[in-house]
């Protein structure tokens, strides 16, 4: 079963990861990208209205960037992370690396909880743009069928959308 998420332009997905654009003062020297993204995640247990340990692994696909980095107008990403949870509710943590389009990569570590919309924290704690983070909150759009599945077989796919913004 794929359930389809639209994640706001306030943030970026755990599943895929935004932040606050920099300040005026500090442009210069603070680590900064913004891109389109979409990606697919899968679940190696099916979430369903039960609660259970989940771990998944995405594949998000960064494009028209503008960044303080030359050369980065795309990327790819690939996450693996676990939570705790539902269809209803979740906690988790998730570990995403990013191979830029200039040959560069990030390394971004993020926290999450959905009780409702998903909130995501997340930092680049490696590789280009080293120290930029932030938030996000993030909402679940998917046919009715999905909470059939939630209270059924689970559900195993989510494709998601949205903006990234982060910034150090």
């Known amino acids: 079963m794929r359930v389809r998420l639209f994640i706001s332009t306030i943030g970026v997905t755990a599943l895929g990861f935004t932040a606050l654009w920099p300040t005026a003062a500090g442009a210069a020297a603070t680590p900064w990208v913004s891109c389109s993204f979409s990606g ?3 679940m190696t247990t099916p979430m369903t209205m039960t609660t259970r340990h989940i771990r998944f692994t995405s594949v998000v696909h960064f494009s028209q960037c503008a960044s303080s980095a030359r ?15 539902s269809c209803a509710t979740a906690a988790g943590t998730a570990v995403q690396r990013i191979e830029w389009a200039n040959g560069r990569t990030s390394i971004v570590h993020a926290t999450f909880v959905n009780a409702g919309p998903e909130v995501v924290r997340e930092s680049v704690t490696k590789g280009l ?10 909402a679940v759009v998917g ?7 939630c209270g059924g077989s689970g559900v195993t796919t989510a494709d998601f959308v949205g903006r990234i913004v982060m910034s150090g």
């Open 40 to 42: 697919i995640a899968h």
């Open 143 to 149: 046919p009715p069928s999905v909470l059939i599945r």
């Open 71 to 85: 050369g980065v107008t795309r990327g790819t990403g690939y996450t693996t992370g676990a939570f705790d949870g």
């Open 129 to 138: 743009f080293k120290g930029a983070g932030g938030g996000n909150v993030n």
